[in-house]
């Protein structure tokens, strides 16, 4: 194989393979490689039909079918495309159309289901006269530059993705459709560890409705900034498209958006995500949701003795438990949202943000901060209390 950058930072283009012929044990070991230490793959002069696009995405993982029926359909090809089945074109005032205007939004695949993508690939099939290209930039170029004062806000951050968000930019009727509706709220925090190589990417899409712990107009400012940040002219790559292209990117690492191109002509990609693992990092980023548990269960203590006490955390479990706000069934509440405003710095292991965990003075509630169990909490949390003078 040979390669050729694509841009400075990020992305190569792969000479001298067809990928109908890479297996498990010819072609893709390399391919991986390059896949992870570029994020960006474009092969040129390809001619894959559906079966062999999807053998080939299969070696990275499971392809990702977006159903919740009992019994899973077989994976199949999910293309980006303004072409009815009968050949002709869709209108772009149909929702079809709108929604494929939303994809023209920076953003990164399935970060609203419950597992998000790992890669997509995308293969020219029918090309319009002009227009329809495909943008991407590197989120992990971005972290790397990103100025210290923003990535310590970004950092720890957990960001709230919903399907129906990124579409109601573009129309509210829309966004109302269930193929957009039919997923709860996904939380992942900001930055993505890569496992094979240690290094860090902003993970964001315009999915994005919400930051935990913050307030909304908080929450919209701090994601605005950062995705303005990331998609900054040095960070793009601008692909336009040829017949026989191929691009697979980690959807770890970049975000990407489409183009408009004249919508009275067909154009359609053929598409197809595949499902991240827990070999790619899926586990990591769901560790936050454990500890987001373990925050349900900080005990209570009298209303009169919040001011003789402060709960020290051990590392980034205190980061986590600052953005949830718990409440007993006594008559006590445990303001770790009162908390968190208190550090809004991050800059937890100083003296002037330590954060002081309260319980103040509230009526009884028939809820409890955890299903099926008594109204008393947990009394033997990972934390450790230790009294002071301070008020």
């Not at 970004?154 to 459709?177: N, Q, T």
């Not at 990407?256 to 053929?270: A, S, V």
């Not at 595949?274 to 769901?286: I, P």
């Not at 051990?314 to 770790?336: D, E, K, L």
Request: hydrophobic letters at 35%; aromatic letters at 6%.
């Amino acid at each position: 194989m040979q390669t050729t950058p694509l841009h400075p930072r990020f992305g190569v283009e792969v000479k001298g393979v067809d990928l109908r012929r890479v297996t498990a044990q010819d072609g893709y070991p390399a391919i991986r490689a390059l896949f992870e230490e570029h994020s960006l793959l474009l092969f040129r002069g390809q001619e894959l039909d559906d079966a062999a696009h999807l053998a080939f995405g299969g070696l990275f993982g499971p392809v990702e079918v977006r159903s919740k029926a009992k019994v899973m359909p077989p994976p199949a090809m999910a293309n980006v495309s303004n072409v009815r089945d009968d050949g002709t074109v869709i209108p772009d005032t149909d929702n079809h159309v709108l929604s494929l205007k939303a994809n023209q939004l920076w953003h990164t695949d399935s970060t609203f289901l419950p597992v998000p993508a790992l890669i997509n690939v995308l293969a020219a099939r029918v090309l319009p006269s002009s227009g329809g290209e495909t943008e991407l930039v590197s989120t992990r170029a971005a972290w790397d530059d990103m100025p210290e004062g923003l990535k310590a806000r970004a950092r720890g951050a957990i960001l709230r993705h919903r399907y129906a968000h990124s579409r109601s930019k573009i129309s509210a009727e829309l966004a109302k459709g269930s193929l957009f509706t039919m997923w709860e709220d996904q939380t992942w925090p900001a930055i993505w560890r890569n496992p094979v190589n240690g290094r860090e990417a902003l993970y964001i899409a315009s999915h994005v409705c919400a930051v935990e712990g913050m307030a909304e107009d908080e929450g919209r400012a701090l994601v605005e900034e950062l995705v303005r940040f990331a998609t900054q002219d040095e960070y793009v790559y601008t692909h336009a498209w040829k017949p026989g292209d191929v691009l697979v990117w980690d959807e770890r690492a970049t975000m990407h958006r489409g183009r408009p191109w004249p919508y009275d002509e067909p154009r359609t990609l053929g598409s197809i995500c595949v499902s991240v693992r827990d070999v790619d990092g899926l586990a990591a980023m769901r560790a936050h949701r454990a500890l987001r548990r373990s925050c349900a269960r900080i005990p209570c203590i009298p209303a009169s003795a919040w001011r003789s006490t402060v709960w020290t955390w051990p590392g980034s479990q205190r980061r986590m438990a600052i953005r949830r706000s718990v409440r007993c069934s006594r008559s006590t509440r445990c303001c770790c949202s009162a908390a968190r405003r208190s550090t809004a710095k991050r800059s937890l292991p100083s003296a002037a943000s330590s954060a002081r965990w309260r319980c103040a003075p509230r009526g009884p509630t028939s809820r409890s901060p955890m299903r099926g169990t008594s109204a008393t909490c947990a009394t033997t949390p990972p934390w450790r209390p230790r009294t002071t003078t301070s008020s």
